[in-house]
């Protein structure tokens, strides 16, 4: 079995998806004119009374059975940090899309993600950073045609 | 009949034909691959090359890139949990698991097999029900459309019986993300804050690229290793496992092909749904529900026979009315305009050789494709040896980059990494995501249908029980509802009993 | 390291900025944004007719069409608006379809009035459909319902709709429009099934469903109707409603030199004077009414007048 993160138990999510929701709610009220609010804020209600029952189960003994954890047997202890470098990267790597382009952000990106959060060495970074980089030119730019973003800055 | 096909097989047998039908399953094969591209941009980006094809030339490769999308996507959903097309979500839940024991192999050989065998009978029944094409589109007004989103919503959101609160919760949240961007019904731009690219909504294909694949992606790139964990587990001969698996589960296909071919011709519902109601009736008849998204063999067989059988579904309203069932049957429309063809009721009357190769080509495009798969197995299966470290990057850059070929639009890429991290999130804290999804696809059919009934009906709620088709749709709710929530029931009062004694 | 990315930034530059034009126009491909998703009867359309001009340009250049689908053409709209007017950026646009958000106060980012206008491709009309064994044979047994019309439309800043409600209301016809169809398709299904009683649709869309018979016609708005038993607005007694139409433009953004709009208008009149475009053109049921670049812009501002004026109908 491949390596799995174990789950967590805690009350984050619910947290989360209740101010979620109640944004959701008060943008209803805000910006939409009665008729087309109804439907999305009557979801939004629902949501929160399943978000109520979901709390419940807490403190009721009977029911606070955790469901089933799907992360198997071979779970391993992640780090709270490195799960939120992992998140990290994906946020680093979509904004420099964003910004630069993908020209600029791919080959950075592979180089980066690969030497540092996958701990290989920078020659296996670099080269792989370099190959893949342009065989998705060749795919995306040649081969099909498509003009790949050049971020904020470049168009 | 026969001699219809028979004559679409004369058309197509000539060498130039048969090229141009495979050179689009090759096609179809790579957009199939690559997350976030799929049938409709691969058949959007060939168009102009049909520019100076005859008609059937021009059909039998699209016909070969439709067939083809669905094996491609199926070997990206499972061997690195990321969804090559909308509809091989549903691949992913039991194949990429396949894939971590190892068994890659076997899952894809289960798969190949399905797909043209899925494919067949799509076809059989289409070419069965195609004399009542007419009768069966109309069947399908808004109500019938809302009821048949509800089943969707219920049946998913409720097919992870252990976890039947939460899911419940995912598909709240989905149905409010369905419901952001321009509603045509009331009039009104809803959740956008002004934003050009809300105003289209939250569009499904990133979505899924990164509640799927980016986020196994991120996690593996976080834990480290291979997607298959023991390299010595995985067995690069067990394709011959899976392709006896498929067959010996026949019945599975059937279900999953008519899942496929029914759901598939509804405009608008389409094949992510078709997929993922597959697998999951699938999972509640089986014996052992519980075991599936841990690596059932079952749970690739179903979603993969609907896949092809789509095709043929989403055929139906296309030729019957013009309408497109999907939105590669929208762009293969263009492609019929292109060569000087109608689309329209009478399209059956004077199109009806070409389309017949359409058909043709689809069926052999499956078997093709199949085959291909299957001989690829090896060296597919060895991705699962590389390095996670190396590959998730590559994969998440890979993803985005598809997600973006798509429409040209950024905030796509946006969404992708956003709902990828979200999606890592509700991983780790045992949120189901599949109720999400399936909220997102159906919320907007659902609400929709509601309040076009509404307006119909004039406000009157009996508009659901109108037609035979409604009273159907909402007995299969109550069934649906039955079968989840009576065992749960029936359990805890013997449980109690027990204690009691 | 910090070497490698300045050169990838460079070459990402480099490959990314548009080189300068040189004298002679056209030296490089063009661009020709469709606002709408590909497959659809206007991106068919659009392709078609990019390789028709192609024919009318020198031989290397190439007319890619690109897909800018997204906010019913605003998208599509905006990006021609920004571009350069250096004639390597055009667009095709239906219109009413982009002017009618200006029209109604719509926050947008360009200006229907400001845009080259290069040349007129085709017109077409609506017809008011219904059911094929529907009581309904014209305008006057609409109005003799004893109860309000019910229409299917897409959505309420659609064409379909506009048209909806403008004619209705200048006939005095009461009425109900059921919004949130999906497509012209799906409402004409609506019709046939019976949920709605009839529709304003394409001309050119429902010859399929009138010859299967399908549906049938009650009367048609901006076309002229040759069949007695059929009104058009004129009969109808409101002539300004034949103004109510379809028509497919094509465009730059402002400020076009005058040379460049020229050559662009030359290829695309060339290109619908070409008989193989023709012909293919009448296979699929399409009209052509091509006008220069002068009657063109002509026509969209007797548009915006005319819509102008009957803003109130609108909601």
Redesign the interface.
Known sequence: ?????K????F??VIF?FC??LG?IA??FI???E???R??IL??Y??IF??A??TL?WFIPSMSQ?????S?V?A?E?PVS??VI??G???F??SM??V?????A?????FV??AF????TKK?AGI?AVV?SII?YV??ELI????????LL?? | MIDLLLNALSDIASVKTILLLVLGVMFGLVFGVIPGLGGTTALAILMPLTFGMTAIDAFAMSGGIMGAVAMGGAISAILLNTPGTAPNAATTLDGYPLAKQGRAAEAIGAAATASPLGGLFGVITLLMVLPVAKQLVLLFGPPEFFLLAVFGLVTIALSDSTNLLRGLVSAGVGLMLAFVGYDTVTGGERFTYGSDYLFDGIPLVPALVGLFGVTEMIHLSITGGTVAGDASAVRIHGVMKGIKATLKNWRIVIRGSLTGTIIGSIPGVGGTVATFIAYSTTKRADADPESFGTGRIEGVIAPESANNAKDSGALLPTIAFGIPGSAEMAVFLGILVLHGMQPGPTMLLNNEREIYVLIIALTLSAVFSAIIGIALVKWLAMITLVRGQILAPLVIAVSLVGTYAINSRPGDVVIAAILGMVGYLMLRFNYPRLPLVIALVLGETAERGFLQSMMISQGSWGIFISSVTSIIMVLLILITLGWSFIPGILKSRRAAKAKSD | MKKLILVLSIIGALMGCSGPSSDTFPNRDIEIIIPYNAGGGFDVYARSLAQYMERYLPEEINILPINMPGAGGRRGASHVYRADPDGYTIGIFNMPGILLPQIQGVKINYDVNQLSWLSTLSIDGYGIIVDDESPINSVEDIKNMGRPVVYGATGPSSTSYIATTIVSTALEIPYKVITGYKGSGEYILGVIRGDVDAAFANYSTIQPYLESGDIKLAAVIGVDSDDPNIMDANDLGVPDLSNIKIVRMMAGPPGMPEDIRSTLEQAMLSALDDQDFKAWLDATGNDVYPANAVDTKTAVDEMSSFYDKFKEFLD
């Open positions: 079995m491949a390596k799995t993160a789950n967590t138990t805690s984050a999510p998806i979620f929701t959701y943008t209803g910006y939409l004119d008729e087309s609010r439907v999305p979801t939004g629902v949501t399943l978000l029952l979901e189960k955790e469901p089933k954890d799907t198997g071979d391993v992640v490195r799960e992992g998140l990267y994906v946020v790597l979509a899309i964003y630069f382009g993908f020209y600029v791919i080959p950075i990106y592979l993600a690969i959060l996958g701990s290989q296996t792989s893949a998705i795919v995306f099909l045609e498509t003009r790949l973003y050049q971020g470049f168009s």
